[in-house]
């Protein structure tokens, strides 16, 4: 089986892939202080509930990928890899690894791995051109061109942390559940800032990826917009501009990615 984990600055994906399905899912919190050991602890608590993996840590695991925003968080993961999973083939996603996807930024090092991957399986699974839209720590838009090259993008605060900003900044408001009201008119503060957040990240989305995909196609409907991302859910149903929601994106690309470096036999 393969372990995949995707590092996101405020949670950490891991799938465990049984060939080109997706067996098993876990969501933790990323906490850039976390040693190699207190992860691999975790890593074993997670897999131990699963039925196909064994006791110790790593019975079951043919293969690992990893990407991450966090570099603390990478470099602790690269020493669990080495004292825990040492026969095992890891591909870490970093400059150097092949993932099949040309990247035609100014410069490419400093995008973000996360959005490689994702770029990655879109190519693969819908073509392109297309956009991806990941709902994370920030909302992030990605194009792909009708050549499956990764082409730019942009990045916007994302869903937490404007509530987090009004609820700090905001002398009479306060942390609120994001949720959808029941109008877009709100009848209490509560009400009023979960409008505010549901249909206004709508409202930019449908902006957003008009924009790009002017850009990118002559026709728009040549071009796939796919969601990804915790808080994709939110959004889904208010967004005209999504074609495909598909919650397991980056993981995805992180198998294609370690297929496309690890030789098969």
């Given amino acids: 089986m393969l372990l995949t984990i995707d590092v996101g ?12 399905d997706i ?8 906490d ?22 064994g006791d110790e840590l790593g019975d079951g695991i043919d293969g690992i990928a990893i990407c991450a925003t966090v570099p603390s968080v990478l470099h602790e993961l690269r020493e669990v890899t080495r004292r825990y999973y040492g026969d095992v083939p890891a591909v870490l996603v970093e ?7 040309p990247i035609l930024t100014d410069n490419p090092k400093e995008v973000g791995a996360d959005r490689i991957i994702n770029a990655v399986a879109a190519v693969e699974l819908y073509g392109g051109p297309a956009v991806v839209v990941d709902f994370g720590t920030a909302t992030t838009f990605d194009a792909v061109s ?4 990764y082409v730019g993008g ?10 987090e900003a009004l609820g700090v900044k905001g002398a009479q408001l306060r942390k609120i559940e994001v949720a959808r009201p029941r109008s877009v008119i709100g009848k209490n503060t509560v009400e009023a800032m979960q409008a505010g957040i549901v249909y206004g990240f709508a409202g930019q989305v449908d902006g ?8 990118l196609a002559d026709d728009p409907d040549d071009v796939t917009v796919i ?33 496309r470096n690890v030789a098969r036999t």
């Fill in 95 to 101: 400059p150097g690894v092949k993932t099949g996807v």
């Fill in 23 to 30: 067996v098993e899912h876990w969501r933790v919190s990323t």
């Fill in 227 to 259: 969601a990804t991302g915790g808080l994709a859910p939110m959004v889904l149903g208010e967004s005209s501009v999504i074609d495909e929601h598909e919650p397991w994106l980056t993981l995805i690309g992180l198998r294609l990615v370690y297929e």
């Fill in 9 to 20: 600055n405020t949670h950490t994906v891991l799938g465990l892939f049984d060939g080109e």
């Fill in 154 to 163: 942009v990045i916007a605060p994302g869903i937490e942390i404007s509530v």
């Fill in 146 to 149: 009708a050549r499956g090259e």
């Fill in 32 to 53: 850039a202080r976390r040693p190699a050991d207190e992860l691999a602890g975790l890593l074993q608590g997670l897999m131990g509930m699963h039925p196909l993996l």
């Fill in 208 to 215: 957003v990826v008009n924009r790009m995909v002017r850009e």
